[in-house]
C-alpha cells in the first residue's frame, strides 16, 4: 500500500523533488504550520546529516538577495547538498556535546547569534527503550542549554545528575539563540517529555508537540516546537542562579544604582513605567555579569 501517509509515499516524494531523506517532510510541515524560519534568517542545524533540513532551512530563507545562513553540524562529515542548498549553507563536523557555545555562536552572521535553532540529533538506537529516551533527553537538554544557556535549565524529574553540562570550559551565559527566536528539538517519546516542554513553556511565548506526517509509525519522535524566546526570563533565572555571595554583593550594588535609575525613569516614564524599566536593567545588569 502507498498513499500520502505511509513510508513508501514520503520516499519516493524525496526521490522526486530532491531532498537527500524523507526527513524533509517533517520540517516541511512544521514550516507550513509555524513558519519558523523568516526570509533572511539565520538557521542552526544540529544533527544535520544527510542534509535534508539544510534543503529545506535555505529554501525557506527566500532568494539569495534576502541574505540568512544555515550553519549545519554533525557528528558525520556532510557537505551541504547541491540541490536547494546554495552559498548561504556551511556545515561543521563535530560532536554538540563537547562543542563550547562561544563557537557555536561565531558561526552565527556577525557573531551575534542564530534566529532559529533546530535539532534533529537522535542518538545511535539500541532498541532499549528507556536507554534511548533518556539519551534522547540529553541531546534534547544540550540543544536547549546551546539555544537559551544553562542559567535556565532546572531539574527534570530525578535525572538531573545526568543532564550534560556541556563542555567544562563553558561560560554559564546565555545561549546562541537571539529574543524572539524559535527552537525546535526531537525527542523521543518518554514520561520526560511532558516536564521537558513545561521547561520550555517558561522560556517561549508558545510551545507544542508535534509528530509529523512523515514520521514512521515504528518511531517514537516526535518534536517540541518553541517559538518566541523570552530573554527576559533567562536574566531573571540568571540572576537566581548567581552564588549567594555574588547575589549580595550585586544586590548591594544594584540598590544604590537602583535607586538613582528609579529617580531618573519615574522622571521621564512616570511611577509604573519607571518601576518597570528600573526591574528590567537592574535584571539585565545582573545577568550579563
Ligand atoms: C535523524 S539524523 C538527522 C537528519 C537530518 N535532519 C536531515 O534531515 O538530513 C540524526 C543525526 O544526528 C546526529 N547526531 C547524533 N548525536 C550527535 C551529536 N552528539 N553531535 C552531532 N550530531 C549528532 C547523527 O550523526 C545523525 O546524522
Given amino acids: 500500500m502507498s498513499g500520502a501517509g505511509t513510508a513508501d509515499f514520503f520516499y519516493r516524494e524525496a526521490q522526486r523533488l530532491g531532498y537527500v531523506a524523507r526527513s524533509a517532510f517533517k520540517l516541511l510541515q512544521m514550516q507550513k504550520q509555524h513558519k519558523l524560519i523568516k526570509p533572511g534568517a539565520s538557521v542552526l542545524d544540529l544533527g544535520c ?24 553540524i554533525d557528528l558525520k562529515k556532510v557537505k551541504a547538498p547541491s540541490l536547494h ?3 548561504r549553507v556551511q556545515t561543521v563536523c563535530a560532536d554538540v556535546m563537547n562543542l563550547v557555545k562561544d563557537r557555536v ?9 542564530f534566529s532559529v535553532v533546530l535539532s534533529d540529533m537522535c542518538p545511535a538506537v539500541s532498541g532499549i527503550t528507556t536507554k534511548d529516551a533518556a539519551l534522547s533527553i540529553e541531546l534534547g537538554m544540550r540543544a536547549l542549554s546551546l539555544a537559551v544557556g544553562q542559567a535556565v535549565l532546572p531539574t527534570l524529574g ?35 517529555v511532558q516536564g521537558f516542554s513545561q521547561i520550555c513553556k517558561l522560556q517561549f511565548k508558545k510551545a507544542s508537540l508535534l509528530r509529523p506526517k ?11 516546537i518553541c517559538q518566541g524566546y ?12 548567581l552564588s549567594s555571595t555574588r547575589r549580595i554583593w550585586y544586590g548591594l550594588c544594584s540598590m544604590v ?5 528609579l529617580c531618573a525613569c519615574r522622571h521621564v516614564y512616570g511611577f509604573v513605567g519607571g518601576w518597570v524599566r528600573m526591574v528590567w536593567w537592574w535584571s539585565l545588569f545582573l545577568a550579563v555579569q
Fill in 49 to 72: 546529516a544527510p542534509g535534508a533540513w539544510l534543503q529545506v532551512a535555505c529554501q525557506s530563507l527566500g532568494p539569495l538577495k534576502h541574505g540568512g545562513s544555515v550553519v549545519g
Fill in 85 to 87: 542548498c546554495d552559498a
Fill in 105 to 113: 555562536r561565531a558561526l552565527s552572521p556577525q557573531g551575534k547569534g
Fill in 158 to 192: 530525578d535525572c538531573h545528575e545526568e543532564l550534560p553540562e556541556g563542555p567544562a570550559s563553558e561560560a554559564n551565559d546565555g545561549g546562541v539563540l537571539l529574543p524572539g527566536g524559535n527552537l525546535v528539538i526531537k525527542l523521543l517519546e518518554s514520561e520526560d
Fill in 214 to 224: 512523515a514520521t514512521r509509525s515504528s518511531s517514537r519522535e516526535i518534536y517540541l
Fill in 230 to 241: 523570552f530573554y527576559e526570563v533567562h536574566c531573571v533565572l540568571a540572576i537566581l542562579g
Fill in 257 to 261: 544604582t537602583s535607586m538613582h535609575v
